[in-house]
């Protein structure tokens, strides 16, 4: 058994637990099985609502659900528990945000953003594949990459599954989150643009 462990995230990796909307619910099985044989050996897959309790690590797995995952999204960030967000819709799947609290932008941060830089590639644009032969083997690399600290996504890059970086949409943080933003929690901080 290999272990998962990550000076990254500083830590060992033993319980992964992915969130899935329903009709994703055999595709996060698929993943699931796969990474229990990397050494996640207690590895669940859950509803959207459940709890991440007892984790060390969250995929959310989802393309139709918003308000289910907004929520989750803030479950989360209260546990403080990463989550490498999925988007999948119709049979094409997008890898992003990553979502290290404090650190990285979460799924709430580029839900925003996404509206002021509609130039992005999209998922309709640059397709990506929720087919398990290519999305399993994909979404393992680029998670054992993460533990590394050397996937793009750490940098905010947002993948079409089965892509490369040339043709990411990038997650930014967004300074107001309502979610993750020390600065919406604790208005201690200020920023501003000086116009002379
Ligand atoms: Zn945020």
Redesign the pocket.
């Known amino acids: 058994m290999v272990t998962l462990s990550s000076d990254y995230l500083g830590g060992t990796i033993t319980r992964i637990r992915l969130f899935a909307s329903a009709p994703n619910t055999a595709l996060a099985q698929a993943l699931c099985d796969h990474l229990q044989q990397l050494g996640a050996t207690r590895s669940d897959v859950v509803a959207l609502d459940a709890d991440g309790d007892g984790a060390d690590l969250a995929i959310c797995i989802a393309g139709e659900a918003d308000d289910a995952v907004a929520a989750l999204?803030r479950r989360l960030?209260r546990q403080a528990l990463p989550c490498l967000f999925v988007h999948v819709d119709g049979g094409r799947a997008q890898l992003g945000p990553w979502?290290y609290y404090g650190h990285t932008?979460?799924?709430?941060?580029y839900r925003?953003t996404l509206r002021f830089f509609r130039g992005q590639p999209q998922l309709a644009d640059h397709g990506g594949s929720a087919d398990p032969a290519v999305f399993v083997p994909f979404v393992t690399a680029q998670l054992l990459a993460l533990l590394r600290g050397e996937s793009a996504l750490i940098g905010g890059a947002v993948l079409a599954v089965g892509g490369g970086e040339a043709d990411a949409a990038r997650a930014l943080?967004?300074p107001l989150?309502?979610?993750?933003?020390i600065w919406s929690r604790q208005p201690t901080e200020a920023f501003y643009v000086q116009q002379d």
């Open positions: 999204n960030s979502t932008p979460c799924w709430a941060c925003t943080k967004d989150c309502e979610v993750c933003s």
